[in-house]
Antibody
């Protein structure tokens, strides 16, 4: 059973960089066949896909966030990470990591989510 | 604004059936049989209910079914139960967008 767990600061100051890590257990990021993704949900709102990374390091980002987003992978630790720069209050959200099956684009496994608040 | 359009809310009584629509375009829903549906209860992570338009993951009740016609995909829940009350989101390959979500109320 694959499990994903987000970790990182719950409070970030405006203009700073939000950094989160997703630790994967029960499966190897290096096995291929999956897009390791970040998705967020603003309070009381819908889901917004942020981007994904393949184990090889190939990335694809939501065009609306592309200029501020970096997703990286550390296969030795079986982790992938999200950095979102120049944050504002509008980036306050629950951030989820999830695994998408690359050939079918569906998210079978999700982390529990972590609330990140942007405030001074 | 979501690329995929869902009704904001639907409701039904226990035992009834309801259908939630997800309308995209000929570039996403209409071109690929890669529509998935997610159920989300308050404070919980989304749960995959349907993938590839109509396939159910193991462990998901057969009361949940999916279909597609043209640019519109649909999720049908039959034999409504109180536990089905949740938010539902569709997602389609191409554009990497989720629908805006539909709140299901079981009356």
């Amino acid at each position: 059973q694959v499990q994903l767990q987000e970790s990182g600061p719950g409070l970030v100051k405006p203009s700073q960089t939000l950094s989160l890590t997703c630790t994967v257990s029960g499966g190897s990021i290096s096995s291929g066949g999956y897009y390791w993704s970040w998705i967020r949900q603003h309070p009381g709102k819908g889901l917004e896909w942020i981007g994904y990374i393949y184990y090889s390091g190939s990335t694809y980002y939501n065009p609306s966030l592309k200029s501020r987003v970096t997703i990286s992978v550390d296969t030795s630790k079986n982790q992938f990470s999200l950095k979102l720069s120049s944050v504002t209050a509008a980036d306050t959200a629950v951030y989820y990591c999830a695994r998408a099956y690359s050939s079918s684009w569906y998210f079978r496994y999700w982390g529990q989510g972590t609330l990140v608040t942007v405030s001074s | 604004q979501s690329a995929l359009t869902q009704p904001a809310s639907v409701s039904g009584s226990p035992g009834q059936s309801i259908t939630i629509s997800c309308t995209g375009t000929s570039s996403d829903v209409g071109s690929y049989n890669l529509v998935s549906w997610y159920q989300q209860h308050p404070g919980k992570a989304p749960k995959l209910m349907i993938y590839e338009v109509s396939k159910r993951p193991s462990g998901v009740s057969n009361r949940f079914s999916g279909s597609k016609s043209g640019n519109t995909a649909s999720l049908t829940i039959s034999g409504l139960q109180a536990e089905d009350e949740a938010d539902y989101y569709c997602c389609s390959y191409a554009g990497s967008q989720f629908g805006g979500g539909t709140k299901l109320t079981v009356l």
